[in-house]
């Protein structure tokens, strides 16, 4: 960490790095959590992962066909939206077809194991990249999407906006092999600071409630303009599933309007 003193201040502070020990999570078990869990808040996806679970209580985790017999409105009643319903059955599908050789990603590169991942309806590149570090522990893997990595190194490095992808790519360069390792230490270090200056009882729509997360008993609130209807429809990205996680672990949603 002598490349950068302020990672290597991080890395101190915070210890040994957390990815040191493999994910021992079965890897249907992590796709299907991380579909699950895209857009929302760590306590909101916990919920709907848990009441999703609830549906298999004799099986533990279900089997591709297990899941694939499942009706999709059982599906959207745990806090599902339909889009998401229809990417945990595609992935079922690929998977009990065998045109998602999970068992093999061991094997692949990075490049492979991001192309076979993206293959898949809703698995887009962030969180391909969160099972390459996670689940397969790789040990070079930088997600200059991710809202909290991005937060983290605007805070840290005292950067004036939120630095873009390319910037992100180019302050890494120092960190490779490792930039997975650095990844950690800049989740570490946002995650110990104030999640957010939002009044309490208050999580908006965007990075706020990325940062914060929501409980039950919190209000999520979605800014105009922005219209309510009753599917997922004319909402802009996400909205919907935070509306639907934040009702599901009874949370109140309102819409702020503007005076």
Partial sequence: MRIDPVLGAIAKRHGACGLAEQSTEPRLRALVRALVSQQLSVKAAATIFSRFLALFPDNGFPAPADLLAVPLEQLREVGLSRQKASYLRDLCARTAAGTLPLDRLDDMSDEQVMETLTAVKGIGRWTAEMILIFQL???????????????????????????????????????????????????????????????????????????????????????DPTPVPPDDQGLHYGDVEKMRAARAIGSRVIVAKKH
């Fill in 137 to 223: 522990g790789r040990p070079d893997i930088l997600p200059v999407d991710d809202v909290g990595l991005l937060r983290s190194i605007q805070r840290t490095y005292g950067l004036r906006c939120r630095p873009s992808a390319a910037q992100v790519l180019r302050m890494g360069e120092p960190w490779r092999p490792y930039r997975s390792i650095a990844s950690w230490y800049l989740w570490a270090a946002v995650d110990q600071e104030e999640p957010s200056e939002a009044p309490p009882g208050t999580a908006e729509i965007g990075e706020v409630d990325v940062a914060v997360g929501f409980a039950p008993g919190r209000t999520l609130t979605i800014p």
